[in-house]
T-cell receptor, first 113, second 109 residues
Framework: NAGVTQTPKFQVLKTGQSMTLQCAQD?????MYWYRQDPGMGLRLIYY???????DKGEVPNGYNVSRLNKREFSLRLESAAPSQTSVYFC????????????FGDGTRLSIL | EDKVVQSPLSLVVHEGDTVTLNCSYE??????LLWYKQEKKAPTFLFML????IEKKSGRLSSILDKKELFSILNITATQTGDSAVYLC?????????FGAGTILRVKS
């Protein structure tokens, strides 16, 4: 009963390095989301995918790209990491129709030096 | 711009106390309001409210939504140390969730 699985759990990067965060869900959900969580700021939406084959920008998309590889997987890529991208990243999924809550993965703690 | 504001930002109570957490919002095309509990890792779902004035209840936790005044409260009665967490309020609007900054609750034994 995995739900939403994120890899890796922790990562340290140097400024300018690239990195892909992986997310997979086994609940046959249509919609998937990437958030970042910073102290005192709650969760902010980076990108989302309402259904397989579509992606849209959220509140803070700059510096990120995403790929909805198939219905199960939604990856987040940092092409050239910056210290301001140090954060905890959460992936979430939902069936995609109303009145269904989002389910979250355990997060990836990313530090950029 | 969609906005969700939670108060207080943090509070410390003793076991057995009752607490009330507040969430106010201003969003376009409101669909629902959700409460999550976050301990060390993933936020876990508590309640979803879509209709005004109907209380959702689960054990010692309850929540109610006022769509006219644009706010919700989360009540926790007879608090326990296991209730210590960050409580997040989120509003669903246009197929996206907008989160508040959260309330940090610490319950002392």
């Amino acid at each position: 009963n995995a739900g939403v699985t994120q890899t890796p759990k922790f990562q340290v990067l140097k400024t300018g390095q690239s990195m892909t965060l992986q997310c997979a869900q086994d609940m046959n959900h249509n919609s998937m989301y990437w958030y970042r969580q910073d102290p005192g700021m709650g969760l902010r939406l980076i990108y989302y995918s309402a259904s397989e084959g579509t992606t849209d920008k959220g509140e803070v998309p700059n510096g990120y790209n995403v790929s909805r590889l198939n219905k199960r997987e939604f990856s987040l890529r940092l092409e050239s990491a910056a210290p301001s991208q140090t954060s905890v990243y959460f992936c979430a999924s939902t069936p995609g129709y109303s009145n269904q809550p989002q389910h979250f993965g355990d997060g990836t703690r990313l530090s950029i030096l | 711009e969609d906005k969700v504001v939670q108060s207080p930002l943090s509070l410390v109570v003793h076991e057995g106390d009752t607490v009330t957490l507040n969430c106010s919002y201003e969003v376009t095309n409101f669909r629902s309001l959700l409460w999550y509990k976050q301990e060390k890792k993933a936020p876990t779902f508590l309640f979803m409210l879509t209709s005004s004035g109907i209380e959702k209840k689960s054990g010692r936790l309850s929540s109610i939504l006022d769509k006219k005044e644009l706010f919700s409260i989360l009540n926790i009665t007879a608090t326990q140390t296991g209730d210590s967490a960050v409580y997040l309020c989120a509003v669903e609007a246009r197929n996206k969730l907008v989160f508040g900054a959260g309330t940090i609750l610490r319950v002392k034994s």
